[in-house]
């Protein structure tokens, strides 16, 4: 044991005994017994479970608090004392009965042990002869018979059918585990084939786009390059009929003003003045017709290179009204064929999507049905293993569980499954002992189930009621030698709030023979 302060030796030392006593341990037991019959199912948790395990722990806060309001102490001590029980590896496991109080599983396994203790113990009371006349004998005997095998048969068997039921589940949901994590992974995988096609496409696109860009520059550079070249002709033609007009100016020219000159040389040999001013006049004539020649020419050639301009920028209009329909034309299919093929992969993924979809849909609907057949067969196994009467205590084997012990909570240390094989060696003894009864003289009259299970609940009602009675004959006795019964609330309210030396004395005899009681 952990060494306590010398202050709270004492109080140490009155807890542990406590926690030994029937005032500590009838009420937890009384409470057990007249609950217990509700927690027949190890395999689902009820609500009545929990709400009998909130009544208990209120049962076992209401025995702490009258303690400590007994003995005059706060919470805090009390948890300080326990703190240090806890410690101790001989008292530990007296103190861990208040930590395993709120444990719900804990009270759980017990309630079950305890409800299937008390049906054992109504068995073994039923399988004695109540009455000394032999044939009420055989016939206990052999109603005490059937129920042993019952229970030694019906063991084995709900067992295995637990475990099948139990095979059958796990099978079920590890396969709609897996269906589920197919589809999501078939999702996944269609998003990601999807982007990765889209991202294809607007790639394609976009290259289909720059060659299309591309392709109209150079068609464009192609266009300029034969309009200079066409220009630089038209210039060249120009030049050359420029200098076409100029020489046959000049040829003109000389075959009009030659006869003039030759004339006015023939005029001027006749008369000296005459000839001075026929050549002066000549002068101003070959002047004038040079000019007029010259502006003819002029405007002959301004109107040649305004036409030729004006072709010139026809040609290069209707060249570029061709490219650029061309170009949307190219455009207007590129975008309609990228539309089509997206439009084709879009139908494609949606079939597709549909297909896996009611394939998945088919599946699930299979699974639901076989969920469905599952839950039946359960339902009519159940039914088949169940009472037909819900009024009357179940006749059922318990299986095999581990359950801790019926004792005020003391459960830490035992091995249930030792208890529960204990329950099925008695259940065989009753078989064996009733195996050997002679059933050829069988009674005429049959014990309905109905009967039985009255029979059964009549039983127990009774053998619970004398434990009852055994309980608080206890208690009074117990009370008597100087304990006290906790389950009742005290009004203490009288005694001063500081503990006086008189009330520690008056508290270390009480404290003296409680030590002196023997725990049960």
Not at 225 to 246: C, G, L, T, W, Y
Not at 271 to 295: I, N, T, Y
Not at 299 to 321: A, G, N, P, T
């Amino acid at each position: 044991m952990a060494k306590a302060e010398p202050s709270v030796d004492w109080l140490y030392d009155y807890i542990l005994q406590f926690l030994k006593s029937p005032g500590w341990r009838i009420p937890i037991v009384s409470f057990m017994d007249e609950n217990c019959a509700a927690f027949d199912s190890e395999d689902e948790n009820k609500l009545v479970y929990t709400e009998i395990h909130d009544k208990f722990k209120e049962l076992i806060d209401s025995l702490l608090e009258n303690l400590c309001r007994e003995i005059g102490v706060t919470p805090q001590q009390f948890v300080n004392v326990c703190g240090i029980g806890m410690k101790s590896p001989a008292h530990r496991r007296i103190f861990e009965q208040i930590i395993a109080c709120d444990n719900f599983m804990s009270f759980k396994k017990l309630m079950l042990k305890r409800n299937k203790e008390i049906e054992m113990e109504v068995a073994k009371l039923m399988s004695k002869p109540e009455s000394p006349t032999p044939a009420g004998a055989e016939k206990e005997v052999k109603e005490q018979a059937e129920m042993a095998q019952a229970i030694t048969l019906s063991l084995a068997a709900e067992e295995e059918r637990k475990r099948k039921l139990d095979r059958e589940e796990e099978e079920l949901q590890r396969v709609l585990r897996l269906s589920e994590e197919e589809f999501k992974r078939k999702q996944e995988q269609e998003a990601q084939r999807l982007a990765a096609l889209k991202r294809l496409e607007d790639e394609k696109a976009g290259k289909m786009k720059q060659a299309e860009e591309e392709k109209a520059a150079k068609v464009k550079q192609a266009e300029e390059e034969k309009a200079a070249k066409v220009k630089q002709a038209e210039e060249e033609k120009v030049v050359k009929s420029k200098h076409f007009e100029e020489e046959k100016a000049h040829k003109v020219e000389s075959e009009h003003i030659r006869p003039e000159e030759e004339k006015k040389g023939e005029v001027e040999a006749a008369s000296p003045e005459g000839s001075k001013k026929s050549a002066k006049g000549l002068k101003d004539d070959k002047k004038r017709v040079m000019e007029e020649m010259k502006q003819k020419e002029l405007e002959k050639k301004l109107q040649l290179e305004r036409e030729e301009k004006e072709r010139e920028q026809e040609s290069i209009r209707k060249k570029q009204k061709q490219e650029e329909e061309r170009l949307r034309a190219v455009n207007e299919a590129a975008e309609r064929e990228i539309q089509e093929q997206l439009r084709e992969q879009e139908e494609a993924n949606k079939l597709k999507i549909q297909r896996e979809l009611e394939l998945q849909e088919k599946k699930v609907k299979e699974m639901q049905e076989f969920m469905s057949r599952s839950s039946d067969k359960k339902q009519e196994e159940r039914k088949e293993h169940s009472p037909e009467d819900k009024n009357h205590p179940d006749l059922r084997p318990i299986q095999k569980r581990k359950q801790g012990p019926a004792n005020a909570l003391d459960f830490l240390n035992e091995n249930p499954r030792e208890k529960t094989d204990e329950l099925e060696e008695e259940a065989q003894e009753i078989a064996k002992k009733s195996s050997n009864a002679d059933y050829s003289n069988e009674p005429t009259g049959v014990e309905t189930l109905a009967q039985r299970q009255a029979r059964l609940k009549r039983q127990r009602d009774e053998l619970l009621a004398r434990k009852k009675q055994e309980r608080e004959h206890e208690m009074k006795q117990h009370v008597a030698n100087g304990g006290s019964d906790f389950s009742v609330r005290k009004d203490v309210s009288h005694l001063p709030p500081i503990i006086t030396q008189e009330e520690i004395e008056k508290r270390r005899n009480i404290y003296s023979k409680i030590k002196q009681e023997e725990p049960l």
